[in-house]
């Protein structure tokens, strides 16, 4: 073979793979909403959600080479594509280096664009978006009272979209509620603005004890993971929500995460202030290079541990009230957030 090819060639296989890479990012998107998707918006989220640019013809590209394909189907020119059956299995199936540590490059693209000012209370907050049948929605608000009366929650605010309404570029389908809640990844975007880096670990199911929390008993870690944990331990019926809530024993979902230790000072200062706004996410702050909660913390790290934003919404599942969810769904801005009690239209427990 000419020497000369070599490079020529190497750079084809690699736009060949970019190409494909950008195919994925793009089903992803997809797949994350139940409702079709012109190339405006999926642009604006492949930026927004996985850093790749493509104007929107390029993208009306990819999606006539996926409609090709059987990936995707184009509904209408007006409402835009869905992904298909083959399309999903393309995502399952797709390679490893791909699908390996998704989640973790999810919560720190999130964490970056997060611009929430704690001084002016304005600016965008990271949100996962539960989705529940219309009929059965005031009973899941019901069904999450209880969690929110003991703060198994980030945060008391939500924002719920009806059908055909669009919440963080995602469609409400028809028949369908749309239920936002205050990711913890807030706490990580707040953290950087102040030039305090996060290092997010796991997510995991939290074992309370007489209403205290003792252990991790699952974990998923973040950097093996193309799945969020949340979703996972939700569909599988492992968290005890409401039984915690109720008695103070069972499971609830949690997240560790670790700051430098020179930093605890100024975290202190900022997870005050996130309070003060309504978001109270850090469920146990630790000592520098000491265990919480029977997890070790690194040489000169603090660990803390997160309540899971999806706390709520596990609560209803585990009523057999089925919820379609989505964890880091987006960001939504500050002003958009109402207190649950009021949302749902009920009295705050004394």
Known sequence: MNKNLTPRINLIKQDGREVEREKLAILRVLASCQTPLGSKIIARRLKNEY???????????????????????????????????????????????????????????????????????????????????????????????????????????????????????????????????????????????????????????????????????????????SLDPSEIFIASRMTSVSEVARRGEGKVLCNFREIPAASLPLAEKIIAKLKNAGINGVLVVGEAGKSVCEMPSGLNKVGMIMMGGLNPVAAAVENDIPAASQAMSGLIPYSSFKNYWEAAGLKKPA
């Open 51 to 225: 850093g790749i640019e493509l104007s929107e013809r390029a993208v009306r590209y990819h999606l006539i080479m996926l409609d090709d394909r059987g990936m995707t189907c184009k509904i209408s020119r007006r409402d835009g594509r869905s992904i298909t059956q083959l399309g999903l299995e393309e995502l399952e199936n797709a390679l490893v280096t791909d699908k390996v540590g998704f989640v973790i490059d999810k919560i720190e693209r999130l964490a970056y664009l997060t611009d929430f000012n704690l001084d002016t209370l304005s600016g965008m907050v990271p949100v996962n978006i539960s989705f529940f049948a219309k009929e059965q929605f005031k009973p899941a608000l019901r069904a999450m009272a209880q969690a929110y009366k003991a703060n198994l929650c980030v945060s008391e605010l939500v924002c719920i979209a009806h059908e055909g309404d669009k919440i963080a570029d995602i469609s409400v389908p028809a028949g369908q509620v749309a239920f936002a809640t205050v990711c913890s990844i807030v706490i990580n975007g707040t953290l950087l603005k102040a030039g305090i880096p996060m290092d997010s670990r796991f997510g995991g199911t939290l074992q309370f004890h007489q209403n205290k929390p003792r252990r991790f008993t699952d974990m998923i870690y973040y950097t093996g993971s």
